[in-house]
Nanobody
Framework: QVQLVDSGGGLVQPGGFQRLSCAASGSFHRINAMGWYRQAPGKQRELGALITSGGMRNAADAVKGRFTITRDNAKNTVYLPMNSLKPEDTTVYYC?????????WGQGTQVTVSS
């Protein structure tokens, strides 16, 4: 079993910076990739960015060049530094940990980009 705890959301002005954190505990060695997904009301959850255990990254076109996912294996923690935030980035962000069989999810953290 893996537990994920998201944190770091809040209110930020357009053009600003915010960093999300996801701390994992439990059977972390089972996780092949970790990522951040976001879900607006009434819409499907979609990928923001992910990073594999080998360090390969992938990101949605909407966030490329602005969001760069990183991981600290010693701390079992994944970070999502978000630069140049836009109002359309406003939504709930969920940490995800994918094993061979199961997707684990954090509880979600709200990011609001507004002046």
């Amino acid at each position: 079993q893996v537990q994920l705890v998201d944190s770091g959301g809040g209110l930020v002005q357009p053009g600003g910076f915010q960093r999300l954190s996801c701390a994992a505990s439990g059977s972390f060695h089972r996780i092949n990739a970790m990522g951040w997904y976001r879900q607006a009301p009434g819409k499907q959850r979609e990928l923001g960015a992910l990073i594999t255990s080998g360090g390969m990254r992938n990101a949605a076109d909407a966030v490329k060049g602005r969001f760069t996912i990183t991981r600290d294996n010693a701390k079992n923690t994944v970070y999502l530094p978000m630069n140049s935030l836009k109002p359309e980035d406003t939504t709930v962000y969920y940490c995800n940990g994918a094993s061979a069989r199961i997707n684990y999810w954090g509880q979600g953290t709200q990011v609001t980009v507004s002046s």
